[in-house]
């Protein structure tokens, strides 16, 4: 690893706390680049969001045209669902990165954009999957729109214990997507990062990759290649 000071915080997604965390981390650490988990077009949308710039989502009609209509189901969903636990708790999905760049751009650090394009990463775990997996896998994002949102059970998400507990329960629901949306983007996060040449680094990631990209960053030689990950589905 060519950084000689590489410090990771596992973030819930709607998390006061988890924003809190970040902001104070980076602002004592005073990194030369803070890591976020977003891809460039997470980072415009969230930028966008921030300025007030309305943007036009894709339609049904051009979705069922261009063949991805489960892609714009899964992405919508998984959208949903955050926006809705966001509201709960008065948290907007992508708070913690937003505050994360403006921490960043107060202490004169670069950002570096880690996270794998959501286009993609949606398009291979949906080819991934078998007919019955899709229907468990959108089965499981319905039910959790039923799951009562509590601070507390969200700051719960954070401990191992926890964390391991939910993660292994995707991985039964899915093992497919899990393998697409959490290990694979392990791997592609920890790929970013050991290309970064700067000294001192914050990285700001799901509480869920923490974990992986810690290992693929102590054992390097086990990352599958790149151009593995990057390789768009048929």
Do not use: C
Not at 44 to 62: A, C, I, T, W, Y
Not at 78 to 106: C, N, W
Not at 165 to 170: Q, R, S, T
């Amino acid at each position: 690893m060519k950084m000689k000071e590489l410090r990771i915080i596992g973030t819930a997604h709607v998390s006061s706390e988890s924003i809190e965390e970040v902001r104070r981390t980076i602002l004592e650490m005073e990194p030369d680049v803070v890591a976020v988990e977003l891809d460039p077009e997470r980072y415009r949308r969230l930028m966008d969001e921030k300025l007030g710039v309305q943007r036009d989502e894709p339609s049904f009609r051009e979705a069922l045209r261009h063949g991805n209509i489960g892609v714009i189901l899964a992405g919508w969903f998984l959208t949903y669902f955050q926006r809705k636990v966001g509201e709960d708790l008065g948290v907007k999905p992508g708070s913690e990165m937003l505050a994360a760049i403006e921490a960043a751009h107060e202490v004169g650090a670069g950002i570096a954009l880690i996270d794998r394009d959501i286009g993609l990463t949606m398009q291979r775990a949906i080819k991934s999957m078998g007919r019955m997996e899709k229907l468990r896998f959108f089965a499981g994002i319905i039910r959790s729109f039923l799951w009562k949102d509590d601070p507390k059970d969200i700051e719960d998400l954070k401990s191992d214990d926890t964390l391991l507990e939910v993660m292994e329960e995707f991985r039964k629901i899915s093992p497919a997507a899990y393998r697409v949306l959490v290990e694979e983007r392990d791997a592609f996060m920890a790929h970013r990062l050991l290309s970064i040449e700067e000294d001192r680094v914050v990285a700001v990631v799901g509480a869920g990759h923490r974990r992986g990209i810690e290992k693929y960053l102590q054992n390097p030689q086990k990352l599958p290649p790149l151009d593995e990950l990057m390789k768009i589905p048929r």
